[in-house]
């Protein structure tokens, strides 16, 4: 019998390197005791879609045929807002007002995808992107220089374990374009 390989994996708003480092500069100038906390790497900075969890091989496959399908216009974000997350203890970033076509990806590539071993979160989706881990304390809130993102495509990235934290590698990536 032949064992399957588990992954870890999700579903991505995946920065260029232009907004990593606004998303960067933008931490720095925040009111942070950076040896209190741990910073996201700015490898690591993304939107979740959708967390899947640990899967097989086969499972990926499917979801990756179906995310395939997924039909969705480019669209902007403007990075303008931060906060803080109590009980997982991290500082986030988002837009103030995002924009319906963000939800639209959403429930898009969700309705997709359960169509494999998956069930989608039945919370209110909340998109943020995670900067700070394992702060105790909220900081005060400072002002975001905002950052413009224009959203053009996802990706399905695997969450690999390294030696002090992760490492997300790009499984695939799936253009937007309306199509």
Known sequence: MRELK?????????????VRRQLVSNLESQDIDFNQCRLVSSNNLHMTLHFIGNTSLDE????ERQ??????????????NSGYFKKPKVIWFAC????????????????????CAFEPEQRP????????????TEPPAVP????????????????????????????KSYPLSGD
């Open 96 to 115: 103030r007002q995002a924009p319906q076509a963000l939800y639209d990806l959403h429930q898009a590539l969700g309705r997709q995808i359960s169509q």
């Open 125 to 136: 989706y909340s998109p943020h992107i995670t900067v700070v881990r394992k702060i105790n």
């Open 144 to 171: 975001l220089q905002p950052v413009p993102w224009k959203v053009d495509r996802f990706v399905l990235i695997e969450s690999i374990s390294i030696p002090g934290g992760v490492r997300y590698q790009t499984r």
């Open 67 to 80: 995310a395939s399908a997924v039909s969705a216009e480019p669209f902007n974000l403007m990075i303008d």
């Open 6 to 18: 588990v992954v870890r994996l999700f579903f991505a708003l995946w920065p260029d390197q232009t």
């Open 60 to 63: 990926m496959a499917c979801l």
